[in-house]
C-alpha cells in the first residue's frame, strides 16, 4: 500500500515569512495530492489541490510543487499571517487516500 | 446548509458502553468515510462506503461497526468501549469510487471515555 510521509512534524516561523512543508510517497499509481488545513478544534479543510498531470499549482498565498518522479510534493505559503497557524495535511490518493502524520505550523506575530 | 453533518459534537461516556454516531451529508456524493483521530493529530482511515456498500475496512476491532442506510448516511456504532476508543472521530464523504477527489469533512464528534 501507498506510505505518506511528511516533514517537518512543527514549524515556527515569523510572520511574513515563508513556510514551506514536504510529503514524499511510495506508490506510483498516486494521481491526487490534495493539502487540508485543520485549525484547533475544527474538522480537516482542503485548501489546494494537485493532479498528477501538472507540476505547479498557485492560489494566491499557497502553492504546491508536484515532482512525480522522485514522489514528492510540497505546500509552499508565503508571507505568513497568524491565522495560518494550524496542522496541515498531506495526503496521496490513488484509489484510496492515505494521509500524511501532519505538520504544526505556528506563525509568530 | 451544513454539506457533511455529524452528531453528536461531543459523547462522554463510561467504559463498556455502547454507543453511536451519525453521519449525514447532502452533497449527492457516492462514498462516505469515517477517520479516527487521536491526541497526536494522526488521521487513521476505519471504513468507507460506495453507495452503501463497505469498500474499505482497515484493520479495526470489529466491535465498530458501519451501517449505511442510504448514499447519504454512514453510521458507526461501537459495542463495548475502551479507554483507547477516546478520539475525535470524523466523518467525510467525497464524489466517486476512485481515491482522486476531494474529501469534505463533518466537524468531527470527540468521544471520551471514563
Known amino acids: 500500500g501507498e506510505n505518506v510521509e511528511q516533514h517537518p512534524s512543527t514549524l515556527s516561523v515569523q510572520e511574513g515569512d515563508s513556510a514551506v512543508i514536504k510529503c514524499t510517497y511510495s506508490?506510483?499509481?498516486?494521481?491526487?495530492f490534495p493539502w487540508y488545513k485543520q485549525e484547533l478544534g475544527k474538522r480537516p479543510q482542503l485548501i489546494i489541490d494537485?493532479?498528477?498531470?501538472?507540476g505547479e499549482k498557485k492560489d494566491q498565498r499557497i502553492a504546491v510543487t508536484l515532482n512525480k518522479t522522485a514522489k514528492h510534493f510540497s505546500l509552499h505559503i508565503t508571507e505568513t499571517q497568524p491565522e495560518d497557524s494550524a496542522v496541515y495535511f498531506c495526503?496521496?490518493?490513488?484509489?484510496?487516500?492515505?494521509f500524511g502524520s501532519g505538520t504544526k505550523l505556528n506563525v509568530k506575530p | 446548509d451544513t454539506a457533511v453533518s455529524q452528531t453528536p459534537k461531543y459523547l462522554v461516556t463510561q467504559m463498556g458502553n455502547d454507543k453511536s454516531i451519525k453521519c449525514e451529508q447532502n452533497?449527492?456524493?457516492?462514498?462516505m468515510y469515517w477517520y479516527k483521530q487521536d491526541s497526536k493529530k494522526f488521521l487513521k482511515i476505519m471504513f468507507s462506503?460506495?453507495?452503501?456498500?463497505?469498500?474499505i475496512n482497515e484493520t479495526v476491532p470489529n466491535r465498530f461497526s458501519p451501517k449505511s442506510p442510504d448514499k447519504a448516511h454512514l453510521n458507526l456504532h461501537i459495542n463495548s468501549l475502551e479507554l483507547g476508543d477516546s478520539a475525535v472521530y470524523f466523518c467525510?464523504?467525497?464524489?466517486?469510487?476512485?481515491?482522486?477527489?476531494?474529501?469534505?469533512f463533518g466537524d468531527g464528534t470527540r468521544l471520551s471515555i471514563l
Open positions: 467525510a464523504s467525497s464524489q466517486g469510487l476512485a481515491g482522486n477527489q476531494p474529501q469534505h
Open positions: 494537485i493532479r498528477s498531470n501538472v
Open positions: 495526503a496521496a490518493s490513488g484509489n484510496k487516500f492515505y
Open positions: 462506503y460506495n453507495n452503501k456498500e463497505l469498500i
Open positions: 506508490d506510483s499509481a498516486s494521481n491526487y
Open positions: 452533497l449527492g456524493h457516492d462514498t
